[in-house]
């Protein structure tokens, strides 16, 4: 099956990109040009018709990539043309007429450089990372990936958990050799090196996921106390509707900033309020979730509120900042209760002190992003492997007669196992669809 698709972005553009990889690619230039294939990796200008016919559809660039020397490892080109939806719609349906071709799936072609062996699943991963990145400090976790940096280190723990099986499965196949004692020695000493490299690896707070996925802030409060006001202060635009009449905000609303480079994902929620309307108590509980996954958690009252309820002053934890809103209303001072409360206190409406506020949203995001080279976790599949091997790990120092010997070479295999499938050097077709899933087409 010979593949084929847009991989520039959809819209008008000076030059849109389509991708074909298959056997059938050589033939394919060939009824689109009328001529052989150009020089591999030369960019030539030929005249694109429809096929099997002379009428001409555009001029543009093709470059010949014969496999394996390819991206997917497999005969490829790309067609550069003009970027117009019309010239895209008749190239895409001129291929489509050729037999054995079809449209590729999202992120296929990325697949095919997988399992033809031209990439690793995590460099295929970094790949998705970096298309969808969109602040500097997403973009530069995703390229030290796809370079190699937590490949190499997984490898590296890999190769040595494969050291010590061979040498206890060597204690198998030959039960009556004694293993001489510093064999013994170095099977505890790598793999407690092991042990401890892993535990390091995962005790990351989660700062390279929080990169990719961004960094999650709540908004939360009673009604009417300008959550509302502050997610459209903070985005700059409204997107959430601001009003007098509380339990206006039912759904989680959610947008994404970029402040200071750090990516974040903002969610505006319901008022917290003992409500009889079914609508707004769901909109509550959605609220109450959104606290327990946030990483940092604005909770905003009223200057005026004299009584805090019992689930605010729940939220309020080392993830939490106390927002207190509309100062311009004060008359007097806020209640000392809340007042000895570490707070912040603004009026988005006369724009005081907001700036405060983004400060210590900032110093705080500063902390969490700690930026450290030993990040190589990125997704939760990353973690769970991770976690599973050291779990098999742990399993295997605690056997220690010579007759554990079988079972603990079981317990290295399938830590060694679940390294490899974070990698991807086992068989795991069933981890591949929902990696490759999350990719767009022609990429
Ligand atoms: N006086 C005053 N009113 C404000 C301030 N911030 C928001 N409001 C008003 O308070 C009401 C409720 O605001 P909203 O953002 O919808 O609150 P939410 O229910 O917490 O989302 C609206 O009428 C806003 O205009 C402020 O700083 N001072
Ligand atoms: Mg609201």
């Not at 298959?22 to 060939?30: D, F, M, R, V, Y």
């Not at 999202?106 to 699943?121: C, M, R, S, V, Y």
């Not at 070479?409 to 077709?429: F, N, P, S, W």
Request: hydrophobic residues 40%.
């Amino acid at each position: 099956m010979t593949i084929y698709a847009l991989s520039s972005g959809p819209g008008i553009s000076g030059i849109a990109v389509i991708r074909i990889s298959g056997k059938h690619t050589a033939k394919i230039i060939k009824y689109l040009t009328g001529k052989e294939p150009p020089k591999p990796r030369i960019a030539t200008l030929r005249k694109i018709n429809k096929i099997n016919t002379s009428e001409l559809i555009d001029e543009g660039l093709i470059l010949w990539f014969p496999g394996p020397e390819s991206y997917t490892g497999e005969d490829m080109a790309e067609i550069q043309v003009h970027g117009s939806k019309s010239v895209v719609d008749a190239l895409h349906s001129s291929l489509s007429e050729v037999e054995n071709c079809r449209l590729a799936d999202p992120g296929e072609f990325t697949k095919l450089a997988f399992q033809n062996g031209k990439i690793n699943l995590i460099k295929a991963e970094s790949i998705a990372d970096l298309i969808a990145s969109e602040t500097e400090i997403q973009r530069q976790q995703a390229i030290k990936i796809m370079n190699g940096k937590s490949s190499d280190q997984f490898n590296f723990l890999r190769e040595k958990l494969l050291k010590i099986l061979s040498h206890v499965e060597a204690k198998i196949d030959f039960p009556d050799e004694d293993l001489p004692n510093d064999i013994l020695d170095e099977i505890k000493n790598s793999s407690h090196e092991v042990i401890i490299k892993i535990k390091k690896i995962l005790n990351d707070q989660r700062v390279g996921e929080r990169i990719r996925e961004g960094f999650k802030i709540a908004i939360l409060g009673p009604t009417n106390a300008g959550k509302s006001s502050l997610m459209n202060y903070l985005s700059d635009r409204d997107v959430a509707i601001v009003s007098e009449i509380a339990g206006t905000t039912r759904d989680v609303i959610e947008t994404h900033l970029n402040i200071d480079g750090y990516p974040v994902i903002v969610s505006d929620t319901a008022g917290i309020r003992d409500s009889r309307d079914e609508i707004e108590k769901k909109g509550i509980k959605l609220s109450l979730k959104r606290a327990e996954e946030a990483d940092l958690k604005l909770v905003v009252i009223d200057a005026k509120s004299t009584d805090f309820s019992d689930i605010l002053n729940g939220l309020l934890d080392e993830n939490a900042i106390l927002v207190i809103n509309k100062s311009d209303l004060l008359e007097k001072d806020i209640s000392p209760k809340i007042k000895k409360l570490n707070h912040v206190l603004i009026s988005i409406k006369q724009n005081k002190n907001i700036e405060e506020l983004i400060l210590k949203i900032k110093n705080n995001l500063k902390n969490k992003f700690i930026k450290s080279d030993d990040i190589l976790i990125t997704r939760e599949r990353h973690r769970q492997h991770l976690q599973q091997c050291l779990n098999h790990l742990n399993n295997f120092n605690q056997k220690k007669a010579i007759e554990d010997f079988d079972k603990a070479a079981e317990d290295l295999r399938l830590a060694t196992r679940h390294l490899g499938m974070i990698v991807g050097k086992v068989d795991v077709e069933e981890i591949l669809d929902s990696i490759f899933n999350d990719f767009c087409i022609g990429k």
